[in-house]
């Protein structure tokens, strides 16, 4: 409410205004007839009094309606500066807590966008309708980023800024001058002087950029271009003086802004002119206008920028209305002087003393609608029935609710989606008996935020004592719930905090600590508030720690450490302490705030990681980590001995970079599989090395989850084992192939003559057994040397390899004996063309120790043509045909018969 009226003068006043006003009604007298010449004298009198009070009375009003101009305009220029210096206030607050909600803004590079900065900007330009963009400047001046795309890589010409301070001078808002246009992709400055094409632009607000330079982050400038249309919309829609035009000037009398359209921006004051506004700040003035009228003027500086607000109106225009109610009075006070001529001197008394009441009635109504207009608080006024007729500006602007649709509803109804306020019931009750009320209510703004204030609700009766209205003044209280609500929040936040806080006096003595600090030490509330908290002290914290806090203390200046303080029961713990002095408004230290952790635990923790760590590091075998999308995340210093790979190479990649390719398709499966079900699988496989060498690995991978079951991570450990493969490997060659010649022994032999069986079974097809025995082998041997003999038999062993198909095979039995295996022949005769080709092969010259020697062979074959012939059987028959070549002159093969066994016995 405004400073000097009552509640009751507001209400009675605003209720009266809304009241019809009597009317006056003349009562005729006949004058007698004797009185002729007294009452022509009175009339004179009565014309010479209406004719001057007519013209005093007009001048009066003349100034009346002057002074009523200059006190308007005097509000409006209030009004328009404290709207504007807020609306700045707001921009400034919201660019530099920027930085504090986007910190990465700070440590972005010049001519690198920050992320996410563009959604920043473009939050808050949603948030402040009097910007049309954001956009951020480097050093160069060149827009980096914009919430207006077309912005981005403009460089603006945004000089000269007011207030001057020196280049990318941190946290000022600055101010420059007007452009015209939407932004500053389409725009460009207004001249100080208007040329031909300024008519074009006439109607062209445009827009005039605000910047500030990050302090936080001095590398951008954040620029604002701020929509000229909204400020003056604004103006208007508060105004009702049409007459009257809102100007906004710079410091330096640049036109940044008019509710006028033929008023161009960019335009100069006069210099007298913004001397005297610029010395005087605050007041009013009458100038002399272009066509010869006086412009009555008022002006008012911002509080925080180098801006001032100017209203004016030409007195033509405003006494327009005064010059046409002149003309009509004067119409009316001639047509009706015959009548007031008739009226008696009585009657003129009356209407005088009508008058004087009435003109107290309109001062009294004017001044109680003065302070309903200017009231802070929230005023409604309803019918008898409750319906609003009327609400003050501030209920408008505190509620977001217009008084047009304010207008017939209930108070409690404007919000029809949330629930009718509690109050109402108990409020309309006592209106009806006691015919007033008050009390906290909790109603909702349009915006469906909470509103919680103080009503008071007053019932305005006419002469009669009838209700004619009701006047709720309701005081917001939001801001003082929402302060106590946060000082409950943070008391609740301290109280139940996992970490214990203590706050100290200066001496230092303990003034404050919450539960969880006693739960941590062991001690009670009474046996340690007033202590000095050295109580704590387990003499295992160094004197140099203790020093150094003071230090820093005592500077002013946040301290943050470590403690080894001992509990009630005599166990030590480990504390992280952050330690900060409070100071008052004179910046004097009145108390010390501590908010430890306890961190025992977690330095055993610590302590246990770096064992294992230290393990993993040191131990022989390659450990890998990888994460569960199967990345790796961790290696050890042996995973890059043993793959090549360094960390660097290998983090953020999969495992499959080591595969060889080698793997069968059942493993992986089967490993997953065992992953799955078991979270542990191991195996072999076979990864290729950096440098592109394969290398075998042992390995164990385990499946780590987390309390739901989810797997977070799996461990690999593996050995590189390839040369435990190669001597495994060596080994099973020397148990199934000959030393010397390289062909299959007679292991190997008798399980290649197994399978050949089985698929000659299955196919239907013969199977011949070739058993060899050289001739003259014996004579080389004994002539030139065993060595001589090797070098022979192994030259023999490639002709035999040489000389038969790719599926058939030769072995070694021993010393000079060989065996062939042939098969899928259709007839037994197949193979003879083979044994041609062998014999031949081997009865070649062969080169030894520097000597040309001849040997031949002799060859039996036994062919299996049926079942149930055993596969060392077969070999008895080839043995036995085979000294029957020999028998016959041998160099030759011979075919078993039946009935070789009976002819040579012995020769099995």
């Known amino acids: 409410m405004a400073a000097g009226a009552s509640p009751a003068e507001v209400k009675s006043g605003v209720a009266d205004s809304l009241l019809p006003l009597p009317e006056a009604t003349p009562t005729g007298r006949r004058l007698g007839r004797g009185s002729v010449a007294l009452l022509v004298g009175l009339q004179l009198l009565l014309v010479a009094s209406v004719v001057a009070g007519l013209y005093f009375s007009g001048q009066h009003l003349r100034g009346v309606v002057l002074d009523h101009t200059r006190s308007h305009a005097q509000v409006q220029a209030h009004n328009l500066e404290d709207s504007m210096t807020q609306s700045f206030n707001l921009l400034d607050m919201h660019l530099r807590a920027l930085v504090a909600e986007h910190p990465e803004i700070q440590y972005a590079e010049q001519g690198v966008a920050p992320r996410d900065l563009e959604k920043a900007l473009t939050a808050l330009q949603n948030k402040l309708p009097y910007v049309r963009s954001l956009s951020v400047l480097e050093r160069s001046g060149r827009v980096l980023a914009s919430t207006q795309a077309a912005n981005i890589g403009q460089q603006p010409a945004l000089e000269p800024l007011l207030p001057h301070v020196a280049p990318h001078t941190p946290g000022v808002l600055r101010f420059g001058v007007p452009w015209r246009g939407r932004d500053f992709a389409d725009g460009s400055p207004w001249p100080s002087t208007p040329g031909p094409e300024a008519s074009s632009h006439a109607r062209d607000a445009g827009f005039f950029p605000v910047t500030l330079v990050l302090p936080e982050a001095p590398q951008w400038t954040i620029v604002a271009a701020i929509n000229s249309d909204y400020f003056i919309n604004q103006a208007l829609n508060h105004e009702a003086m049409p007459a009257l035009r809102h100007q906004l000037y710079t410091d330096q009398g640049t036109l940044l802004l008019s509710t006028a359209e033929d008023d161009l921006p960019g335009t100069v004051l006069d210099g007298a002119r913004l001397a005297a506004v610029l010395e005087r700040q605050v007041g009013v003035a009458q100038w002399p206008g272009p066509r010869g009228d006086a412009w009555l003027v008022a ?5 925080n920028y180098p801006w001032f607000v100017q209203s004016q109106a030409s007195s033509t225009q405003v006494l327009q209305p005064w010059r046409r109610d002149m003309r009509q009075l004067a119409l009316l006070a001639g047509l009706t002087l015959v009548l007031v001529l008739l009226t008696t001197g009585a009657l003129t008394w009356r209407v005088r003393r009508s008058l004087q009441r009435e003109e107290q009635r309109l001062e009294e109504t004017r001044l109680a609608a003065s302070v309903f207009a200017h009231s802070s608080d929230f005023i409604v006024i309803t019918d008898r029935q409750g319906r609003i007729v009327t609400v003050n500006p501030a209920f408008e602007r505190g509620t977001g609710f217009s008084a047009a649709e304010a207008t017939g509803c209930l108070p409690g109804h404007l919000s029809p989606s949330h629930p009718v306020p509690a109050h109402l019931d108990a409020m309309w009750a006592a209106m009806a008996t006691e015919g007033a009320w008050q009390g906290e209510v909790i109603d909702w703004r349009k915006d469906g935020t909470p509103l919680t204030g103080w009503l008071t609700v007053n019932a305005i009766r006419d002469s009669a004592g009838r209700v004619v209205n009701y006047v709720g003044v309701l005081h917001d209280l939001s801001r003082l719930r929402a302060d106590e609500a946060t000082i409950r929040k943070l008391s609740l936040a301290v109280e139940q905090s996992p970490t214990s806080i203590v706050i100290t006096s200066t001496a230092p003595a303990i003034e404050y600590a919450n539960p969880h600090f006693f739960h941590t030490t062991g001690y009670t509330p009474a046996e340690v508030l007033g202590a000095n908290p050295r109580v704590l002290q387990s003499g295992q914290t160094s004197q140099a720690t203790y020093e150094a806090m003071w230090a820093e203390l005592v500077a002013g200046r946040v301290w943050q450490g470590e403690f080894v303080n001992r509990r009630k029961s005599g166990e030590l713990y480990i504390e992280n302490a952050t ?46 980590v990888c994460d ?91 050995s590189d084992i390839t040369e435990r493969k190669h001597q495994q ?23 290649r003559l197994q399978q050949g069986l089985a698929r000659a079974q299955r196919a ?40 038969i198909r790719a599926g058939d095979t030769a072995a070694r039995l021993g010393g000079d004996e060989f065996v062939l295996l042939l098969g899928g022949l259709h007839h037994p005769r197949e193979c003879e063309d083979t044994a041609r080709r062998v014999l031949h092969a081997v009865a070649l010259p062969i080169e030894v120790e520097g000597h040309t020697v001849h040997v031949s062979a002799s060859m039996g074959i036994s062919v299996f043509q049926r079942d149930g012939c055993e596969a060392e059987q077969l070999l008895r028959q080839a043995d036995q045909a085979m000294y029957q070549a020999k028998q016959r002159g041998r160099n030759r093969y011979v075919l078993y018969a039946p009935g070789m066994a009976d002819a040579d016995p012995g020769s099995a």
């Open 299 to 303: 002006f008012r500086p911002s509080r």
């Open 628 to 718: 569960a999308a199967q990345r790796i995340i961790e290696v050890n210093p042996a995973f890059t001995r043993i793959t090549g790979y360094t960390a660097t190479e290998v983090l953020g990649r999969k495992p499959s970079l080591l595969s060889s390719g080698r793997r069968s398709r059942e493993q992986y499966p089967a490993m997953w599989q065992a992953l799955n079900q078991h979270g542990h699988w191991q195996g072999e496989f076979w990864n290729r090395h950096k440098n592109g060498s394969l290398y075998a690995a042992a390995s164990a991978v385990n499946a780590l989850r987390d309390a739901a079951g989810q797997v977070t991570h799996y461990v690999s450990v593996f």
């Open 579 to 624: 330690i900060a002095p409070l100071v008052d408004d004179q910046g004097r230290i009145t108390h010390y705030l501590g908010i430890k952790q306890d961190i025992t635990a977690a330095k055993e923790a610590e302590k246990a990681l770096r064992l294992a760590a230290s393990v993993v590091a040191n131990t022989h075998e390659g450990v890998m």
């Open 729 to 751: 490997e060596q080994l099973e060659r020397l148990a199934h192939f000959d030393p010397l010649t390289g062909l299959p022994n007679r292991a190997l032999l008798a399980d």
């Open 764 to 803: 239907r097809q013969g199977l011949a057994v070739c058993f060899m025995d050289l001739d003259g082998f014996k004579a080389v041997n004994d002539a030139h040397g065993h060595d001589a003999g090797d070098d022979l038999l192994a030259e023999v062993a490639r002709r035999l390899q040489g000389s």
